[in-house]
């Protein structure tokens, strides 16, 4: 005769067993997908084409005086560079968003060492751009992508010295924009 619970004992045990190895399995596929999203991003941050959007607008920064022209390259580069952060961004925030599930702890961490430097760096040199572009131009609209900027900032906790600055002069653009759209609509 059969013995019935031992037998469905056996069976829940398989299949208990059989439950961790896909779930170890599925982890370890989003894992290795995680980091290919970290390598991804970063290697976009640092690629060719984004490294020459940075030296142009290193060197923009450091001139002694800009004409219009050096301002109409340099503000092409200047959104180059921010779309590219805010890029960043929104992928580590899909990484932060599957970190209890899928376990990507690991390429958050990767990804924040490796742009760490980039962060810091550019937090401390957006306003000194941006003010030089704004001697040329009436006004730079990247409120939306500058914030997104910052929120990679804060996620990451660098650049902490510069981006309560960089708030600042956003909402400063922000009430202008409202101030001047209020200004319109009552002269019409």
């Known amino acids: 005769m059969t013995n019935i619970p031992a037998l469905s004992l056996t069976t829940a045990a398989v299949a208990l067993i059989a439950a961790g190895v896909a779930y170890y399995n599925a982890r370890a596929t989003s894992a290795r997908s995680a980091f290919e999203l970290a390598r991804t991003l970063y290697s976009d941050l640092t690629s060719q084409d984004v490294a020459a959007s940075r030296s142009i607008l290193e060197f923009y920064r450091r001139a002694p005086s800009r004409t219009g022209g050096q301002t109409k390259e340099a503000i092409d580069h200047y959104f180059v560079l921010l779309w590219q952060f805010e890029k960043v961004y929104a992928g580590r925030e899909s990484l932060v968003g599957q970190r209890t599930i899928n376990g ?61 600055a960089i708030r600042e002069v956003i909402q400063a653009a922000r009430d202008s924009q409202v101030q001047t759209a209020g200004s319109t609509s009552s002269q019409d």
Not at 122 to 128: M, T
Not at 134 to 152: M, N, Q, S
């Open 104 to 164: 990507t702890g690991g390429a958050i961490a990767f990804l924040d060492r490796m742009i760490k430097w980039h962060v810091e760096e550019w937090s401390a040199r957006w306003l000194d751009i941006r003010a030089k572009l704004e001697a040329h131009i009436d006004e730079v609209d990247d409120c939306h992508t500058l914030e997104a900027f910052c929120d990679l900032a804060d996620s990451m906790r660098v650049g902490q010295e510069h981006v309560p």
